[in-house]
């Protein structure tokens, strides 16, 4: 259906989906755009619904378009509140309900689904958060006092426990892993951070897993593989995301971890690209695929995947340091680059402190920075890993930062 207005078709009204979206009509883009959404809700911001809007008070707004602006500023019709059930790459067709949306490009930013407890979908006060509506229910039961159980400490459930503590409410966090965000930070770095639940009061126990969830109707406690059973009125279950993909299945599109792209975001399928939490790529900066579940991955490529789709001939490849903060305890953490390291040293701070720098090193090269209170530091070494700057003149560059003081581990 290809004409001389090409139709721009967005599935996914997410963050990726909404940049998709405004970079089309930014880049001159006057066909017909359709943004597909599984939620009723208007594209909103995901990070603040496990961070400031789990504090008491007024929940901040994280809607980021009113319903006028995407309509009628950005000429965008919004197909919300169904998701779509299935793509033919042949004909060109994504379809919704019972509708079939023609495209001549197409972006998929459906973005990733909350991992589930065995059983809480049977109970009720067990919750992932992943959802505005999510949000909600975990914030209601906040407000009520609940007990709170966590169940996972990755940076979500994490941010969960320091929302209960902030409140005053007794919290723990069950970690089947002995060392919390391995995967994450690495394991050196992964205990520093978890430092901050003893700090803060919160019960962390890690290396055991949960046995089962107890209650009728309503959940009233969780049973570790121990024997240990911990009361509860609030389980949050903190455990990773899955890819959208199940309704790609029989769309000829490779699905691996997410859907595979090559530098470009192109999927192999004509006019399809991929954006966000659910696009599996080759960063040129980092060796084999990736797939990035950050703020920042998503707004930069739903950016570069609507210009490259509407533009496929003057593609550009996708290379970009990944980035993430996590805010627990009024501390803030952030990490550029990949966690994979042959070594890693702290160049500026404290650990014990709770406030440093450590760089991360694979081969002769930095490629990754963590920091833990140091806010004004850590883009600049995003900009070094960036230039593929060597480990011996990153460490030269660490201690020459004005900044810089007597690193303690």
């Not at 004409?3 to 017909?32: F, I, M, N, Q, T």
């Not at 006060?125 to 949000?135: K, N, Q, S, W, Y």
């Not at 949050?236 to 859907?259: E, F, K, R």
Request: one cysteine or more; charged letters at 20%.
């Amino acid at each position: 259906m290809t004409s001389s207005r090409p139709r721009l078709v967005v599935v996914g009204a997410s963050l990726a989906g909404l940049r998709a979206v405004e970079a089309a009509r930014r880049h001159g883009h006057d066909g017909p755009i359709t943004l597909v959404g599984a939620e009723e809700h208007l594209p909103y911001d995901r990070p603040p619904l496990s961070k400031a809007y789990l504090e008491s008070g007024e929940p901040p707004v994280v809607q980021f378009r009113d319903e006028s602006y995407l309509r009628e500023q950005l000429g965008v019709e919004l197909v919300l509140g169904l998701p779509a059930s299935a793509l033919d790459t042949e004909a060109r067709t994504v379809l919704v309900g019972e509708r079939p949306i023609g495209y001549d490009a197409l972006v998929i930013a459906t973005g990733a689904r909350a991992r589930q407890l065995p059983g809480g979908e049977q109970l009720a006060g067990v919750h992932t958060l992943r959802t505005l509506d999510d949000a909600l229910a975990v914030r209601a039961a906040l407000d009520a006092g609940a007990r709170t159980v966590v169940v996972g400490a990755g940076f979500i459930g994490s941010e969960v426990a320091s929302g209960a503590r902030r409140r005053g409410l007794p919290v723990t966090i069950v970690e089947v892993l002995p060392t919390p965000l391995v995967r994450a930070v690495g394991t050196r770095m992964g205990a520093a951070c978890s430092a901050l639940h003893q700090a803060h009061g919160t019960d962390l126990r890690c290396g055991v897993a949960v046995d089962t969830l107890l209650g009728n109707g309503r959940v009233e406690a969780v049973r570790l593989v121990d024997g240990t059973v911990l009361p509860a009125d609030l389980v949050v279950a903190g455990i990773g995301a899955s890819p959208q993909t199940d309704w790609l299945a029989g769309s000829g599109l490779t699905i691996d971890n997410g859907v595979l792209c090559d530098e470009t975001l192109w999927t192999g399928a004509p006019g399809v690209y991929a954006a966000g939490d659910v696009a599996r790529w080759p960063n040129p900066l980092f060796p084999g695929h990736m797939r990035v579940e950050h703020w920042t991955n998503a707004a930069e490529q739903g950016t570069l995947a609507a210009t490259n789709a509407l533009n496929p001939d003057d593609a550009k490849p996708h290379e970009s340091v990944p980035y993430f903060w996590s805010d627990w305890y009024d501390h803030r953490i952030q990490f550029v680059g990949v966690p994979q390291a042959d070594e890693v040293q702290v160049v500026w701070g404290s650990v014990d402190e709770h406030r440093f720098v450590a760089l991360y090193r694979q081969g002769d090269r930095v490629t990754g920075a963590l920091a833990v209170n140091g806010a004004r530091e850590i883009m600049k070494y995003r900009i070094q890993i960036s230039r593929r700057t060597s480990w011996a003149d990153a460490l030269t560059f660490a201690a020459g930062r004005p900044a810089a003081t007597p690193a303690s581990a």
